[in-house]
C-alpha cells in the first residue's frame, strides 16, 4: 500500500510534469516564425483603438433607437390656492379654493421627426463605422510596412555577414601570403577598407532591424521578438486599383461620405423642428369634502414669433454646412484618386526596375566574379580586385533589396487601405 508521502510525490511530478509541457508548447509557438498575416491579426486584435471605435458604434446604435422613442410622460404634483394667513392659513380643506392637484403632462413628438433622429444616429453610427475601417486599415498599413523592414533589414544583415566573413577569411589567407611574398603589401589595407565599409553596412541593417522591431512591439507585444516569415507576394493585389472609381471606397472617403449624409440629415431635422411640438397635459385636483373635485385638461403649443432671424437663419446654417460637406467630399475623393493613381505607378515602376534589375544586373556582377577568380588564380590581378567584384555583387544584391522593400511599402499602402477598402 503506497504511503501519504508517495502518493503526494507522485502528483508533485505529474504537476512538474504538466506545466514543463505547457511551458515547452509555449515556447515552442514563440519560436515559430511570424507571418504577415499572423501580425496583422495580432494588431487588430490587441488595438485599443479599434475596441474604443466599437464601443462608439454601439452607443450610436442605442442612442438611435432611444432618439425614435415619445420622451417620457411628466408627473405634475402641486397645491393650489393655500392660504398662508388668517383662521384658514395652510389648511388644505378649509377654503373651497384650495386644490391638492396630480396630472401628467406628455411632449407629443411626430413620427415624422422620431424617425429623422433616429436615421441620423444610424448616420452617425455608420460614420463610426467607416472611422473604425479607416483606423483598422492604417494600423494594418503601419503593422506591415514595420514587419516588411524587419523582414528586409533582416535578409540584408544575411548578405553583409556572407561577405564580411568572407572579407575575414581572405584576410587571414592574405596574411599568410604576405609572409612568403606572394601577395603585395597594399593589398592589406585595402582589404581591410572593405571589411570596415562592410560592418558599417551590417550595423546600419542592425538598427534598421531594432527600430522595426520596436514598432512592432507596440502592436504585437511580447509576438514582436518572433522572426519574421518568408515575405507575401509583393507583385499581386487583391483588386485593379487601376480603376478611378476604386477612390470612392476607401475608408476615408467612405467616413467624408458619412460626414456628408450627417449633414443633410442634420438640415432635415432643423426643417421639421418648424412645426412646433406641442404637449397635452390632464389633472385631477381635490377640494375639501364639502367642494366638488375637479379635472383639468391642457395644450401647450409653442409660438415661433421670430422666425425670420432664428428658425430661418438656423436652416440657412444648415444649408450651408451641407455644401460644406459635399464640397470636402469632393476634395476628398479628388485627393484620393491622386494617391492612389501616383502610388499605383509608383509601384508598377518599382516591380519592374527590381525584375529588370534582377535579368541583367545580377548575370553581369556574377560573370564579373567568376572572370576575376579567374584572373587571380592565374596572377592577373590582385586580392582587392576579388574582393571588390564580390562587394559589387553583395551592393548589387542589396540594390535589388531595397527596391523590393520600397515595393512592399507601397503594396502595403494600396493592399490594406486601397484594395480591401474596396472589397468591404
Known sequence: MSSPFS?????????????????SLANAQSLQPLSLDEALSIATARSPSVGAASH????????????????????????????????????????????????????????EKRALVRRRMELDAQRQTAAQRSLTAGIRRDVAAAWLDRYYATKSQGLLKTLETEIELQLRTLDSQLRSGKASASEL?????????????????????????????????????????????????????????IATEAPAVREHANERDISQADLELTQAAKKPN?????????????????????????????????QDREISAKQAQVRQAHAMHDDVVRETQANIASSYVEWQSLIERRKTLASALLPAVRQRIDLTLAAYRGGQV??????????????????LL?????AARLWAQLQYVYAEGAQQ
Do not use: H
Not at 507522485?10 to 514543463?20: V, Y
Not at 522591431?213 to 487601376?242: F, Q
Open 7 to 23: 502518493i503526494a510525490m507522485c502528483s508533485i511530478a505529474r504537476a512538474a510534469f504538466w506545466s514543463l509541457a505547457v511551458m
Open 56 to 111: 462608439g458604434i454601439q452607443a450610436s446604435q442605442e442612442a438611435a433607437i432611444s432618439g425614435s422613442q415619445l420622451p417620457d410622460p411628466v408627473l405634475r404634483l402641486g397645491v393650489d390656492n393655500l392660504p398662508v394667513n388668517g383662521p384658514d392659513s395652510w389648511s388644505l380643506t378649509n377654503d373651497f379654493m384650495t386644490q391638492r392637484r396630480i396630472g401628467i403632462t406628455q411632449e407629443y413628438v411626430s413620427e
Open 189 to 245: 589595407p585595402m582589404a581591410t577598407v572593405v571589411l570596415l565599409q562592410t560592418q558599417d553596412r551590417l550595423q546600419v541593417a542592425k538598427k534598421q532591424e531594432r527600430v522595426a522591431g520596436i514598432a512592432l512591439e507596440r502592436w504585437l507585444g511580447p509576438d514582436a521578438s518572433r522572426t519574421p516569415a518568408s515575405a507575401p507576394d509583393i507583385d499581386k493585389l487583391a483588386v485593379d486599383l487601376a480603376n478611378p472609381e
Open 278 to 310: 406641442w404637449s397635452w397635459e390632464v389633472s385631477y385636483s381635490q377640494r375639501g369634502s364639502a367642494y366638488s373635485n375637479m379635472v383639468s385638461v391642457g395644450v401647450n403649443i409653442p409660438l415661433f414669433t421670430n422666425s425670420a432671424n432664428k
Open 382 to 399: 590582385s586580392l582587392a580586385t576579388v574582393l571588390e567584384a564580390r562587394r559589387a555583387e553583395v551592393e548589387a544584391q542589396l540594390q
Open 402 to 406: 531595397d527596391l523590393e522593400r520600397e
